[in-house]
Structures are given as structure tokens and as C-alpha cells.
């Protein structure tokens, strides 16, 4: 079973910046694909940033410009470069690592979540 790890939530003010990070308990970059999402109370978890295991990077339109999603392999450690916050940004951020079934085959899991970190954005 794959362990994900995030850590590095905060309370900020608007126009500051955090850095999320990512552990995860193997070396999975190669054949998951990695993402961070986020939620507030009473709403649907929203997936913000992906990285796939070739490198290509897709974020969502009101994040696009101002997060970036990156990893360093050899720490088996993804992170979420958070600039220009937003009180709208604040949320619960959980990193995320997604199998194909050609990985994990027909019965296995192909999610895998973190805790969660809290991120809060004052005005």
C-alpha cells in the first residue's frame, strides 16, 4: 500500500505564498499519475494541478499562472509552489496518486490519498 504524506499548510495573508509537499512511502513517479486537490466544507473535492508520470503538467484555470506542481524523484516528494494566494484558495490540499489497471491490475487500488493539509488565505 502506497503512504502519501503532505505537509506544509499555513495560514498566510493574501499575496504570500506556501509550498505544499508530498511524500510518498515508494518510488511511484515513474508509473502514477500525481495530482493535488483541494476542498472546502460542503463542497466536492477539485482536482487544481496533475503531473503525469511523462511530465506534463495541467492545472486549472484559476490557478493556472500563480501554483506549479513539480517533483524530485530522488525524495520520492512531490510539491505544489503556491504564489499570489487568494482568500479563495483556502482549503483543505490533499496529494493524490493514480494507477492504471494495467499497473495494479484487475482488482487492485488505483487511488491513493493523503491526510490533507490545511491551507488558509487571509485577506
Known amino acids: 500500500q502506497v503512504q502519501l504524506v503532505e505537509s506544509g499548510g499555513g495560514l498566510v495573508q493574501s499575496g504570500e505564498s506556501l509550498r505544499l509537499s508530498c511524500v510518498t512511502s515508494?518510488?511511484?513517479?515513474?508509473?502514477?499519475?500525481m495530482a493535488w486537490y483541494r476542498q472546502v466544507p460542503g463542497k466536492q473535492r477539485e482536482l487544481i494541478a496533475s503531473?503525469?508520470?511523462?511530465?506534463?503538467?495541467q492545472y486549472v484555470a484559476s490557478v493556472e499562472g500563480r501554483f506549479a506542481i513539480s517533483k524530485d524523484t530522488a525524495k520520492n516528494t512531490l510539491f505544489l509552489q503556491m504564489d499570489a494566494l487568494k482568500p479563495e484558495d483556502t482549503a483543505v490540499y490533499y496529494c493524490?496518486?493514480?494507477?492504471?489497471?494495467?499497473?495494479?491490475?484487475?482488482?487492485?487500488?488505483?487511488?491513493?490519498w493523503g491526510q490533507g493539509t490545511q491551507v488558509t488565505v487571509s485577506s
Open positions: 493524490n496518486a493514480q494507477f492504471s489497471r494495467a499497473i495494479v491490475g484487475p482488482s487492485g487500488k488505483t487511488d491513493y
Open positions: 515508494e518510488s511511484i513517479f515513474d508509473v502514477a499519475t
Open positions: 503531473l503525469g508520470f511523462g511530465g506534463v503538467t
